[in-house]
């Protein structure tokens, strides 16, 4: 089975930047997409971005031009350069893996972004 594990998740002063790392434990990890997502209290859980085998990459338009997803091969890891935060993107990050039908995902780190 995959497993996911993030961190890098913490407190900091809106304006300022924070990095998420996601590493994956399968040897085949290249092959798959991969995406960050995020969910506050009480609220739906949204996708974030996402980075393909081909390397092209995907955000939502609410961190569009802020954040940043990228990858190192050789460490299994999955990045998520977050600049100019904002409290807004306060909660819980998630990395997910997709292998043919299954959604595998980490358990999630803690952003807080204060006013």
């Known amino acids: 089975q995959v497993q996911l594990v993030e961190s890098g998740g913490g407190l900091v002063q809106a304006g300022n930047s924070l990095t998420l790392s996601c590493t994956a434990s399968?040897?085949?990890?290249?092959?798959?997409?991969m995406g960050w997502y995020r969910q506050a209290p009480g609220n739906q859980r949204e996708w974030v971005a996402s980075?393909?085998?081909?390397?092209?990459?995907n955000y939502a338009g609410s961190v569009e031009g802020r954040f940043s997803i990228s990858r190192d091969y050789r460490k299994n890891t999955v990045y998520l350069q977050m600049n100019s935060l904002k409290p807004e993107d306060t909660a819980v990050y998630y990395c997910k893996l997709v292998q043919s039908a299954t959604d595998y995902w980490g358990q999630g780190t803690q952003v807080t972004v204060s006013s």
């Open positions: 980075i393909y085998p081909g390397g092209t990459v």
């Open positions: 399968t040897r085949t990890f290249s092959r798959y997409s």
